[in-house]
DNA sequence: TCAACTAACACGTTTGAACGGC
DNA sequence: AGCCGTTCAAACGTGTTAGTTG
């Protein structure tokens, strides 16, 4: 797959043309699977939610440089509000539909590999495929929360730490990419969307236009077409732009045969202990006196959460996205942008574990 | 009435146990 | 006994759709 990479400083915006790279210090952090993001990206990209939890597609692949060797690194991803509005989908386009609600629980997802030395991370892709989204507030397979209607960002953070019960003390680095922006939702709005998913999701792949039969074509369907059905059949022979890409999926799929450092119940040995940290769970990011152009971020003490108060993170500017009309205050000035510290400060980190 | 949500469904993929051959 | 490849069923993940909820 073709990358760009840039090197990130607080000082100088990267070129708005290689946005899925980022490096703090000596780390590195690449999108794998940028072009993928960004030809959801460009649509508006949109994320089932459900009560069970459903999988993200595309998946969060990256790839990690400028490690220490020897040096063991937890990995997580978490992910937080892009703005503190809720959205409707009406006449073909995003519009905000008021303020956004109480943000739930903010639960981090750790990479089952961790804690691993540097050399391991370095070694291939990491692949966030299990991690799963859910709108449940009450869920307790430690799935994220997210509300539907309402568009988040993926973090990712690396944590120089040897243990999950550690990663509080530890120094870290977080990084995002503004191609991964979505919007949570129960069922799908925009037709395009439905189809991109299709034709890139190896899951997905019996509602493909030519495959074995399409829902609508099926013996079972009693009912007449549906709007969605249409509207789908109209855009496949109708948009040029839309006809099937190559599929990335299946070798996506093929990359997730990591080492396993640990197995699964020393895992599960962990997720409890991390669920019954009352402290951690509660642990509130304050980073506003932390300079995101040091190479390293303390992880901080507690302090208050105000979750609907986040400002647009400036890295989160969508520049193609004719589909979302957000109201001031305008997204931002930098894309690729990894943000300021006062950007990012109201935000729990670590909150919750799982796996 | 309508938008958002849920659950059941059919279909395809993934996973892992069981088996046989070497 | 150990390794490797194949087979197969169960589990899982997907979008679709009818019905429910507010």
């Keep these: 797959m073709k990358q760009q990479d840039f090197q990130l400083n607080g000082s100088t915006p990267p070129s708005p043309s290689a946005a899925h790279s980022f490096q703090h210090g ?48 937890v990995i997580m991803v978490d992910v937080i509000p892009v703005d503190s509005f809720k959205y409707k989908w009406k006449k073909k386009q995003w519009e905000v539909a008021g303020n956004s609600e109480p943000q739930p629980p903010c639960r981090t997802y750790i990479h089952p590999d961790s804690p691993a030395v540097g050399s391991h991370w370095m070694r291939q892709s990491l692949i966030f495929q299990k991690m799963k989204l859910t709108n449940n507030t009450l869920d307790q397979h430690g799935h994220i929360i997210l509300h539907s209607m309402h568009r988040y960002l993926p973090r990712f953070h690396v944590i120089l730490a040897d243990s999950p019960y550690t990663v509080r003390w530890s120094p870290f680095q977080t990084f995002t990419f503004p191609e991964t922006v979505f919007t949570a939702v129960t069922a799908y709005q925009n037709p395009k969307i439905t189809k991109l ?54 070798a996506e799929a093929k990359q997730t045969s990591v080492p396993q450092t640990l197995k699964g119940g020393h895992h599960a040995a962990w997720v409890q202990e991390l669920d019954s940290s009352e402290s951690l769970h509660t642990e509130l990011l304050e980073l506003q006196e932390c300079d995101f152009s040091c190479e390293e971020q303390m992880v901080p003490s507690s302090t208050a959460c105000q979750p609907n108060r986040f400002p647009l993170p400036s890295g989160i500017k969508d520049p193609a996205d004719p589909l979302f009309h957000a109201p001031p205050p305008p997204l931002g000035q930098q894309q690729g942008y990894h943000g300021n510290a006062a950007d990012w400060s109201q935000y729990p980190l670590f909150s919750y574990s799982c796996w």
């Design 26 to 73: 000596s780390i590195r952090i690449t999108l794998e699977n940028s072009e993928l993001w960004k030809s959801f990206h460009k649509i508006g990209t949109e994320m089932i939610i459900t009560k069970h939890g459903r999988r993200m597609f595309p998946h969060c692949s990256i790839r990690l440089s400028g490690l220490q060797p020897s040096v063991s690194y």
């Design 197 to 250: 998913k299709i034709d890139h999701n190896p899951f997905a792949k019996g509602f493909r236009r030519g495959g074995p039969r399409s829902q609508h074509e099926r013996p079972s369907s009693k009912t007449p077409v549906k709007r969605l059905t249409k509207v789908r059949k109209t855009l496949c022979s109708s948009s040029p732009d839309l006809q099937r890409m190559p599929s990335t999926s299946q």
